[in-house]
């Protein structure tokens, strides 16, 4: 029962997000739009705006974050089995992980720090960071497994919907904001193809 409700779900969510754009490959740096890494950027005229009311709501299961990545969607399971749905944006092709996890850590307004690969594919990308507007992150981080892979909101709200990450899950800013005061460390996370 909890895998065809979750499955009615993610088939909800998969209808309104028919029309995603999917991005072809580029570099890992390009889809944090680093042209100039050291000028300024501004949010994206509709970052602020609330999003549409987009989180069906049903019962089932409990203190479970499930990922389906061909979705595009992360579903939060409370400890009362109330399961809340959000879209997110996924790693493009190659750059997708599946199994189980857990919560290790969380953030609010998280540093970026380029990966190693990052910095060799585009030696100018900064060696951090800060909280603001041009932060990939976003205002929320919450940390998985080893600390590199993340659930996080993002400076391209325009991403959710595709495949545009280096493997982390992106979301809007209210919807990560609210996941982030739900979920505690130790969350189990599942991530389906």
């Given at each position: 029962m909890k895998l065809?409700?979750?499955f009615a779900t993610a088939l909800l969510l998969f209808t309104f997000q028919a029309q995603a754009q999917i991005y072809g490959p580029y570099d890992d740096y390009g889809d944090y739009g680093y042209g100039d890494p050291y000028g300024s950027y501004e949010p994206p005229p509709d970052y602020g705006e609330p999003m549409p009311e987009h989180r069906p709501r049903t019962r089932s299961g409990g203190g479970t974050i499930v990922i389906a990545t061909r979705e595009h969607t992360l579903v939060f399971i409370t400890p009362?089995?109330?399961q809340l749905a959000y879209p997110i944006a996924?790693?493009?092709e190659g750059k997708q992980w599946y199994g189980t996890t857990h919560v290790v850590s969380k953030r609010k307004h998280?540093?970026?720090r380029p990966t190693a690969s990052m910095r060799r594919k585009n030696p100018?990308?900064?060696d951090v960071v800060k909280p603001g507007?041009?932060?990939p992150l976003g205002t929320r981080a919450i940390y998985l497994a080893d600390g590199l892979l993340?659930?996080?909101g993002t400076n391209?709200?325009?991403?959710?919907g595709t495949n545009a990450s280096s493997g982390c899950f992106r979301m809007y800013r209210d919807d990560v904001e609210e996941l982030y005061e739900m979920v505690r460390t130790g969350t189990r996370v599942i991530v389906q193809r």
């Open positions: 065809l409700a979750l009362r089995g109330e996924v790693g493009r998280p540093e970026w100018r990308l900064p507007p041009s932060n993340r659930i996080h391209d709200p325009s991403s959710i």
